[in-house]
């Protein structure tokens, strides 16, 4: 995964405390998200922000990219898709790591659609638990015919999660986002959650607010006035 041209935002105080990573959604990429670290650098001014282009592209949106590719047609490809595109991911959090001289706690994984699919399923795997997890419109991923046992098994983290959903997304639909609450909770992970009234695929402004509060909490920050 090529770093060079990855969209970034330096800490606001000049010296990186905190590193919070940006994963976009399907036929999207790192530009769609790194607005978000615009909205929250004011509540995280020692964070870097950092959204990856994935390296694939996307064939359903020749200017985007992919993850993975997703049909929805065949349930076995979610598993195929995350455990495929997950290697590249954790080398590339832990080079961007390395690149800020961080340690691993003070990572974040912030995901939207097919980018939570992949932050929910790095996240738990990761021989540090990063700070926070924050899964925007997306699916818990478990292995292909298995239940919660499976991520159970799988763990090598528990990190605080918050899982945001629209309960109009026409994507990703709501019965995903509470069988993913409730795979957690399976699994022994329980997590914070909030449901966007009348909200489709998108992140609207009250779950913007919710992500940064999370973040700021997970990482310690006093509460903004």
């Known amino acids: 995964m090529a770093v060079a041209d990855i969209p970034r935002l330096a800490p606001l105080s000049g010296q990186a405390r905190q590193l919070v990573v940006l994963l976009h959604g399907l036929g999207a990429d790192g530009h769609d998200l790194i607005e978000l670290g615009h909205q929250w650098q004011p509540w995280l001014p020692d964070a870097a922000f950092i959204a990856p282009h994935t390296p694939d592209p996307c064939e359903g949106a020749p200017m985007g990219r992919q993850w993975f590719p997703l049909t929805l047609r065949d349930p076995a490809e979610f598993w195929r898709g995350v455990t495929y595109a ?33 932050a929910l399923h790095v996240g738990f795997r990761r021989p540090t638990a990063p700070a926070a997890i924050v899964g925007y419109s997306g699916l818990l991923v478990l292995e292909s015919g298995k239940g919660p046992e499976s991520l159970k098994s799988a ?36 997590c914070q959650w909030h449901l966007s009234r009348g909200v489709s695929h998108t992140i609207d402004e009250e779950a913007l607010r919710h992500g940064g509060l999370f973040l700021i909490q997970a990482f310690g920050l006093p509460y903004p006035r």
């Open 155 to 190: 763990l090598r983290s528990k990190p605080p999660v918050l899982l945001i959903h629209g309960d109009q997304d026409d994507v990703v639909p709501v019965e995903m986002f509470f069988f993913s609450k409730e795979m957690l909770a399976a699994a022994e992970l329980p």
């Open 86 to 118: 997950g290697p590249g991911l954790e080398a590339l959090l832990d080079a961007e790591l390395a690149r800020y001289g961080l340690p691993a706690s003070k990572l974040a994984l912030v995901g939207f659609s097919q980018g939570a699919m992949m």
